[in-house]
């Protein structure tokens, strides 16, 4: 099995070395806000729905350009979630949600030669951190840590970008993404605050969803 995933290993490389030798290669980084928000999320004791909210987004990339047929993958980090409130009695809380994810797209494309792009593929974001800003009725804040037991620690994506270069080394653009799966896990786990119910796993049905706009900066190798 060893040798077995070697020769795998290295006919991938192969690969991927002759595919960079027909192609012009380029790597780059990008940095911009990301709006999402989690839909279907159930919300308790009197909750008012959940609503998009903005978080950061930025990471590093790689692209291989077929002279027009394009291929991309990045690595970077988001943050995912969104703002609500919930009460009981007279007491209310209202809340950020923020999941923080290494995202890895893994895109195909098409360059129309005018400077724009647009590419689709698939993108799978893990999970690194999640954290609540929290709002009292008497207006305290405070911030708490979810655990990651709460949540799937491994989402698949469907993304969408569409890209516009300004000149040879700078552009723009911006990332549809939208996850078929959940995103909480699937178990008895209840997140509370003060005693009142944020996420309860067994009825959550929540999807990641993202529109993600980016700066970037390009360089041929």
């Not at 993958?73 to 609500?84: D, E, F, P, Q, R």
């Not at 724009?116 to 999640?130: H, M």
């Not at 305290?140 to 890209?163: C, D, H, M, Q, V």
């Not at 997140?191 to 706009?213: R, S, Y």
Request: aromatic share 12%; hydrophobic share 40%; proline share 3%.
């Amino acid at each position: 099995m060893k040798r077995l995933s070697t020769i795998i290993i290295a006919c991938i490389t192969a690969l991927c070395l002759s595919c960079a030798a027909l192609a012009e290669v380029r790597l780059g980084a990008f940095v911009g806000p990301s709006l999402s928000w989690i839909p279907k999320t159930i919300t308790y004791d009197g909750g008012s729905g959940v609503k998009p909210h903005v978080h950061a987004y930025g990471g590093v990339m790689a692209e291989l350009d077929f002279d027009g047929l394009m291929g991309q993958i990045a690595v970077g980090y988001a943050g995912l979630g969104h703002t609500s409130s919930i009460s009981a009695g007279n007491y209310k809380i209202d809340y950020n949600l923020n999941i923080s994810y290494l995202e890895i797209p893994v895109l195909v494309g098409y360059s129309f030669g005018t400077g724009s792009s647009i590419y689709i593929g698939p993108q799978f974001d893990i999970w690194l951190d999640s954290t609540t800003k929290l709002k009292d009725t008497e207006g305290n804040k405070r911030t708490e840590k979810w655990g990651k037991e709460s949540f799937k620690p491994f989402i698949f994506n469907i993304a969408l970008k569409y890209e516009y270069m300004f000149t040879d080394n700078f552009g723009a653009h911006i990332k549809f993404q939208f996850a078929p799966m959940k995103t909480f896990n699937d178990n008895d786990t209840q997140v509370k605050v003060d005693g009142v119910v944020l996420i309860d796993g067994k009825q959550e049905k929540g999807h990641n969803v993202a529109a993600q706009i980016g700066i970037c900066y390009k360089f041929e190798l």
